[in-house]
């Protein structure tokens, strides 16, 4: 059985090469940005043409939250029209697509769990270039599977964990977000639902919700990572106001993971559990 991975050497992408690589599962292969460039109509074709792939997992987005406010062509680019391309190829050669979405799909607004079922109004250019992406691919497909997530680390590539880690060495003291909240996710356990929801060959397609459990702000998050590295530095809580950004970020995006666990039957690890293992990963 084969698995295109498009973004195959992101973030992601390396945590799913790590979890398939421990549990023995074969047939991914990853491609980075020129190998699955998901603009390229052509190339997509010839990919699902050669590997006549039973699932395609959609990884490649363009993330530059701030940067995103001032490229919206290449942000709807890559998160509308490449993720609908993908979409395409898929419902071409009846391939399942796994396609990977966010938290910034809300507006954040209300101190409440999220469902899919709540309505989704993006208040930044990523959050509304991704939920694009998220109707596109509805309206060409109905064997997918969008799994929205959040707050995504691990000891693969640039994320808030390792930057608090390389922060924490060079400083006494920092400031962090403490007015933003969410649950943070570890990549790897990310990766190992949709290695799940691939193994059981699930047909419950539609949209999840994925993040670890548990809610927390940047500052605890932050809080956490120097406590459980033994990392002395002070932290300072700042509120948003206080550090202002190109992009509005959403104020309270915790989801509601309760689909994800009763119709897939995934367990999902307590984010601070999850961060432990991280640490011990990067550490050794």
Known sequence: MNILVFGGVGQLGQCLKKVADTRGIEGLIYLDEIQGNILDKELLKGLFEQYQPKYAINCAAYTA??????EIDL???INKTGAENVA???AQFHTTLIHISTDFVFEG???KALNEEDIAEPINVY???KLEGEQGISQITSQYFTLRTSWLYSEFANNFVKTMLRLG???DELGVIIDQVGSPTYAVDLAGCILEIITSKSDAYGLYHYSNEGVTSWYDFAKAIFELANCPVKVKPLKTIEYPTKATRPTYSVMDKSKIK???GIQIPYWRDSLTVCLKELKS
Do not use: M, Q, Y
């Not at 939250?65 to 001032?70: C, L, Q, S, T, W």
């Open 65 to 70: 939250v701030d940067k995103a406010e001032d």
């Open 75 to 77: 942000s709807r680019l």
């Open 88 to 90: 395409k190829a898929c």
């Open 109 to 111: 607004n209300l101190a």
């Open 127 to 129: 959050g509304l270039t």
């Open 169 to 171: 060495k060079e400083r």
């Open 262 to 264: 009763s119709s897939l």
